[in-house]
Every structure is written in structure tokens, then in C-alpha cells.
């Protein structure tokens, strides 16, 4: 063809001058006109690019991510000027295998979840079918938080709720359990009613009680219960734990301080309504059941392939906590229990620092699992915010590029004035001291019992239906037998929850600059 293609062009060009007249002048080669700039039109989405770019775990695998994606700056800018919102093109450039990455347009809105800070009525629930099935869902209340509204107006443990301003809920859900279609942002607003109902005789009969709740700004203590049951000869530690929350390491804490002043025997750790938080303080929490491993290596992360070899690192069990900051920073002992067993409770609610508890402390001691098969996430997640230029300091007195990655003050000092958008996006993933780390399906348990309708119980009490098939675990069967398990259909099995619905709450949420 290109043998071809120059003598055509020579003719055409003698033939036209040939049409011409003799005196007319030869046209001038003209200059090829200059490349039009463009402009970018949103730093955000140039800092959302160049951040995954630089940190997201499956960047490999995301053509859009390649390092090699643009030609140039002008094939980038207009990549970048296609979407409408920072989170359009957040969504077009995550991995298929991402369920949990997340952005926020006001980064102190994540902070305040890390410290256990979040807007709420205080209702904790499970969404799942009711007895006649269908597309209908009921709402089950899990527990109240304490000084909300909904535990001033009464509402409890086990009631249960069918509409929503006096409309049904429902949902639609594939082969896999994933929900295609529903009106579940009924429960988006900052107020609404919860119309209640009564299930009896595997029926579901609206009772006339409705409450209206308003959302506000609490602080929830997520060690929700800790007490030392005594059962036969033994005593039993229970611990109910609903959030790996940094802030109140130290009162997780004071409470295994408490259960070892009671000499316990056994411990119960109830992590069923626990949908993660931060690894430190799942190292901590590993720490004060164990003891004897101080040192040892608890979990190995494994980042992407621009970090692995600077940040891949090990975490170790430890036998202290630094609490405070600055001049305030105290160091105290952990509350060391030297357990070699330890019963764990969990649901198909129980995630990302929960389940790296129980992977983590497998190679170590029996871990007696006691529930439902947990959700399934065994990656990590970090904190990006606006700050391209930031270094951090080595121990040789070399400082090293480290952008974007939240660093305190020193990264939000330097970070762009003009938004406060930030990215919680999957990192790495963990694996435990014998090299596991694939449980995106979930840990199955050893011992299946699932929550039920009708029969929830009291947290905390013996006869609760979880608690007491671990003291029966522990104990021996006790005289009156087994419960008998609920039958299918009055199970309760998770299409969504008050966890789920607010992406900030749990993950596994990893502080690279951590004492």
C-alpha cells in the first residue's frame, strides 16, 4: 500500500495544478495547526485517579488505571472531563472483585465513624424475610445503643418492623443473595416511623405500634457487654464486641482486666453484629486473649505491587497499648488472659477484623466458632486524602515520596484547600501466620446455630440461644437439653442491615503509621 499510495498522490496533485492557470502561484505549505490544551475541569477527580493509580490494590487488573493508559496530559484530562461527579468515575474505575471501597466528599464524616461517632436513631437491625417469604422484608431489632432515641421511646431487642411510614418493605434478590431491586432508602432519611408487627403461627400481623425515630450524632462504646458467668465449676468471660474502634482500645481493655481479676476459665467472644475497624485493634484484642505470643507473627499484609516491597510487612502480637497522643501518649500492659481455647460467635454480619481475628489466632489456639458462616472480606483499607506531596521520613534520615496516604494533620496541612474528598479504598489483604488468607466466602463455622424469629433472647444471659450452645461447648450438655434448632423458614438469614446499609461502618481499616 505504501508503494501505492505515493505516485497517487503525485497525480492527483499534477492534475490539479495542470487545471490551473500557468501564472498561478504555487500554494504555500501551511503549518500544522497547534494542539488544542485541555483543561482540566475537577482536581478531584485528578487526585481520584492519580490516588488508585497509586494505591489500589487491583490497579493491575483496572485497564483505566495502567500507568500507560493516556498518551498524554490532554487524552488524560479528557478521560477525566467524561464524568459527571468524582463518584461516577470512582465507580467506572473499580475491580470487579471490590465490594467495599468507598469515597466521602467530607473526609471528617469518615474520621468520626473511625472513633465510633455516627449519625443514628440507635436501632441496630437485620433485614431478612418473613416467615410467609417472598419479596417482603421485616427488620429485626439486634440491640438499642445506649443514650439514642430509639432507647428513649422503648423499642427492644427482638421487635420487629415490616414498613416504613406505612409502606411495606421490600427487596428483590438474585441467585446469590445480591439485592437487584428494593425500597430500602426508605430508611435513608433523618426521620421516619417504624411500623411494627408481631409474627405468630408463622404469620406476620402488623400490631398497631408505631414509633416515629429521629438520626443524631452518638458515640457508641462498642464493647457492649462484659461479665463473667458462673456456670457449674466453671466461669465463663463473655465479651460482647461490636466494632474494632481505635478509641476505646483502653476500655476493651479494663473489661479483660476485669474478666481476669474474676479468674475466669472460659471466654466467649461474641463478635455476631461486629463488621470490623482497625487492625490495631484487632492485634490488641488477639493480645488479650492470648499473651503467650508476644512477638510472634499474628498476620502478614500483602499491598499492591508499587508498595509491597516497602510496606509488606508482619504485624506481632503484642503486650502493650499506646493510648493519647502528643505530650498525653500513655503506654499501659495489656490485660493478658493466657488462653490456649477460646468459643467466638459470629453471623453472616460478622466481617473484615472479626474474621481476621479468627484467622489470625487459628495457627495459635482452638478457636471454637460458633454461628453462622461470616461475610467474607480479607483485604485491608486505607485512608487517602488530597496531598500529592507528601514524604515521610525514613529511619536513615531519608525522606521518601508518600502521597495521598492520611498521615494526621501532617497529611490534611498540606492537602488541597478547595474539597475535602477522600477515598477508603482496599489496599491488601492479610494473611495469617501459616500463609491463609482466602475466606472471600467467608469462615464456615464449626458448630451451625443461626438467630431466629421469635426467640432472639437476651444478650449476655445463659439461656440466649448462641451463648448457651457455647456454655454447653463448654460445660457439657446441660439437664434440659439442646433448643431445638428454629425450623428454615423462621431463620434469619442477612439480606441487608443497619451495618450494611452505612458503607463507613467496620472494613478493615489499616494505620500505616501506627505505634
Not at 488472659?337 to 472479626?354: G, H, K, P
Not at 428454629?486 to 431463620?491: E, G, T, V
Request: proline share 5%.
Amino acid at each position: 500500500m505504501r508503494n501505492l499510495f505515493i505516485p497517487l498522490t503525485l497525480l492527483c496533485f499534477f492534475l490539479t495544478s495542470c487545471s490551473n492557470d500557468d501564472d498561478t502561484p504555487e500554494m504555500e505549505q501551511q503549518p500544522p495547526p497547534e494542539e488544542e490544551i485541555v483543561e482540566l475541569q475537577s482536581e478531584i477527580n485528578e487526585f481520584i485517579w492519580s490516588a488508585m493509580n497509586t494505591w489500589y490494590l487491583w490497579q493491575d487488573e483496572v485497564n483505566d488505571l495502567a500507568d500507560d493508559r493516556f498518551a498524554d496530559t490532554n487524552a488524560f484530562y479528557t478521560y477525566l472531563n467524561g464524568f459527571n461527579s468524582p463518584e461516577g468515575l470512582h465507580s467506572a474505575i473499580l475491580s470487579p472483585k471490590d465490594r467495599f471501597s468507598v469515597i466521602v466528599s467530607d473526609y471528617d464524616v469518615l474520621f468520626n465513624s473511625f472513633s465510633g461517632v455516627a449519625t443514628t436513631n440507635g436501632v441496630e437491625f437485620v433485614l431478612t424475610r418473613p416467615p410467609e417469604g417472598g419479596t417482603a422484608v421485616v427488620g429485626v431489632v439486634r440491640y438499642v445503643i445506649n443514650g439514642s432515641d430509639a432507647e428513649t421511646k422503648g423499642v427492644q431487642r427482638g421487635d420487629v418492623f415490616y414498613a416504613i411510614n406505612g409502606t411495606a418493605l421490600f427487596a428483590e434478590t438474585d441467585a446469590s443473595g445480591r439485592i437487584t431491586n428494593s425500597n430500602l432508602d426508605l430508611l435513608d432519611p433523618t426521620t421516619y416511623t417504624l411500623n411494627f408487627a408481631t409474627i405468630d403461627n408463622d404469620t406476620t400481623t402488623p400490631n398497631g405500634v408505631n414509633i416515629e425515630l429521629t438520626k443524631t450524632q452518638l458515640v457508641e462504646n462498642p464493647v457492649h457487654i462484659a461479665k463473667t458467668l458462673d456456670v457449674g465449676a466453671h466461669k465463663i468471660g463473655y465479651v460482647m464486641y461490636n466494632s474494632f474502634t481505635g478509641d476505646f482500645d483502653d476500655e476493651l481493655n479494663a473489661a479483660f482486666g476485669q474478666l481476669q481479676s474474676e479468674n475466669i476459665t472460659d471466654l466467649v467472644l461474641d463478635l455476631r453484629y461486629n463488621p470490623g475497624g482497625s487492625v490495631r485493634s484487632a492485634i490488641r484484642l488477639s493480645s488479650m486473649i492470648t499473651g503467650q505470643f508476644t512477638g510472634q507473627l499474628f498476620s502478614r499484609q500483602r499491598w499492591n505491587q508499587k508498595w509491597n516491597n516497602l510496606l509488606g510487612g508482619e504485624d506481632s502480637f503484642v503486650d502493650t497499648i499506646v493510648i493519647g497522643d502528643g505530650d498525653d501518649e500513655t503506654t499501659i500492659p495489656i490485660n493478658s488472659l493466657n488462653l490456649s481455647r477460646v468459643y467466638i460467635i459470629t453471623t453472616d454480619d460478622s466481617a473484615s477484623a472479626s474474621e481476621l481475628v479468627i484467622n489470625s489466632l487459628d495457627p495459635y489456639i482452638t478457636v471454637v466458632h460458633i454461628g453462622d458462616t461470616t461475610f467474607g472480606k480479607n483485604e485491608f483499607s486505607v485512608t487517602l486524602v488530597d496531598n500529592p506531596n507528601q514524604e515521610v521520613g525514613l529511619t536513615n534520615g531519608e525522606s521518601i515520596p508518600f502521597p495521598y496516604i492520611f498521615n494526621g494533620d501532617q497529611t490534611l496541612n498540606g492537602a488541597d484547600p478547595d474539597h475535602r474528598y477522600a477515598l477508603q479504598p482496599l489496599v491488601g489483604t492479610n494473611e495469617n501466620a501459616v500463609g491463609f488468607s482466602d475466606f472471600t466466602s467467608g469462615l464456615e463455622p464449626d458448630i451451625v446455630v443461626l438467630e431466629s424469629l421469635g426467640n432472639l433472647g437476651l444478650l449476655g444471659e445463659p439461656d440466649e440461644p448462641l451463648l448457651a450452645r457455647a456454655i454447653e461447648e463448654i460445660t457439657g450438655p446441660v439437664a434440659k437439653g439442646r433448643a431445638l434448632e428454629a425450623p428454615s423458614h423462621m431463620q434469619i438469614r442477612t439480606i441487608s442491615s443497619s451495618n450494611r446499609l452505612n458503607p463507613l461502618k467496620g472494613g478493615t481499616i489499616y494505620d500505616v503509621f501506627s505505634n
